[in-house]
């Protein structure tokens, strides 16, 4: 899924919870001083910007399928090699990188398969490839409560509980389908505070992944539904928000 939206918009609906989620990954990863890294689906670039701030400009790239995330991120890390690219077909050279993340990023990637063996490929010989997703299928991910209300008022609609890595071990278990070895899992964990109910819902509204392309799809009265359903479930302001994501880590031995 390719998201054609402003940066800005992604930063208000996600950005929030991943940007938390950064400082995970590099413990995860075990980046350090004098490494080379890529961030693969980099988005506007929060990932990015951790590894720039741990690594230095020089010794990080990145990529993403959206243009405008590309651009985004070319703006907020302009001495970061930034590429427009997907995961399944990196325009690096094999070995090129000590270490690939991919946040929150497997789950939408066309071929999860071929992305990760992709991580894997440009990555060096005993290189580390690390990659996270939302708890969807668990229902602990950050739009779980727009989901279970989409759910309450639409069965048959397709939520993100299905997407690859979104249940507990899949994400290990596609790490290893792409070759790594030595693969451990974890759980990863982010929480927003939220001082009004339009603080949280108008991200939902800007169109941004599955959940703005679901509701920007529904007549204007099965919107409001949706609206007063999750005003309903969340309760009196302020409230916090919590999402889980199940995170994992490979090794390229050969």
């Not at 708890?135 to 048959?156: E, I, K, Q, T, Y």
């Amino acid at each position: 899924m390719t998201f054609d939206v402003v940066a800005d918009a992604y930063d208000r609906f996600m950005g929030r919870y991943s940007s938390q989620l950064v400082p995970q990954m590099l413990a995860l990863a075990e980046v350090g001083e004098g490494q080379s890294a890529i961030d693969v689906g980099c988005g506007p670039g929060a990932l990015t910007a951790g590894l720039v701030e741990l690594l230095g400009a020089d010794s990080v790239c990145a990529v993403d399928p959206s243009a405008p995330f590309v651009a985004a991120t070319c703006e907020r890390h302009p001495h970061v090699d930034v590429r427009q690219a997907s995961a399944e077909a990196l325009p690096f050279e094999d070995g090129q990188f000590d270490v690939a993340l991919a946040q929150l990023v497997v789950h939408f990637m066309a071929d999860p398969a071929m992305g990760l063996s992709e991580m894997r490929r440009v990555v060096r010989h005993g290189g580390v490839v690390a990659a996270c997703v939302w708890d969807h299928a668990g229902g602990h991910s950050p739009v779980a409560d727009f989901w279970r209300v989409v759910v309450a008022l639409d069965p048959v609609a397709q939520t993100e509980a299905e997407l690859n890595g979104a249940r507990e071990g899949h994400l290990a278990e596609l790490l290893r389908d792409a070759g790594l070895q030595d693969v451990r899992d974890t759980v990863l964990s982010a929480e927003v505070e939220y001082d009004s109910f339009d603080e949280w819902w108008q991200p939902y509204t800007e169109g941004v992944g599955p959940a703005g392309a679901y509701l920007a799809a529904l007549p204007p009265e099965r919107r409001d539904a949706v609206r007063l359903g999750c005003r309903d479930l969340l309760g009196a302001p302020p409230f916090t928000v919590s999402g889980r994501a199940w995170a994992a880590r490979g090794t390229r031995s050969g």
